[in-house]
């Protein structure tokens, strides 16, 4: 399994976490394809949680080079895009600003706990970063998710 993508929280939080250091084209055109067919069930305000962590890529994306890669992301109910920032430069993620493209936001963070608690801060309907992290553990488990595992 090259990588998971899918909704941790049902139309509320869609995750993308990565299993290899080096994302390929047919990852990323599978990723697309993934996030296309779950977003087609997004029919109230979500966010989009994306575990970089393990990248090997020192380069980190705009909200702008994202949303051109995958304009499906221009969502009318996406909220907020928290990306984990890879191991190598996480260290960066408190220096970088918060990018804004119409009601959408992009905020890096370099840990999951963090972006749990920036998910929990942000929406009120979201109870706790500890159940985030209780349901990430859960969600990164289960081999059986309904919208996408990208095997190698």
Known sequence: MRYKAG??????????????????MEDFRDIAADAYMALQEATQPFHLLIDNQIIAERTVATLDSMLKALPILQHAHLGWIVVVLPEAVKETAAARQVERHGS?????????ASAFQHLAREDDRIDGAADMESSWSDWISYSENPIAVGDE
């Open 7 to 24: 909704w941790l929280v049902q139309n509320h939080i869609l995750a993308l976490t990565h299993f290899e250091p080096v994302v390929t």
């Open 104 to 112: 959408i936001q992009l905020k890096f963070v370099d840990s999951l």
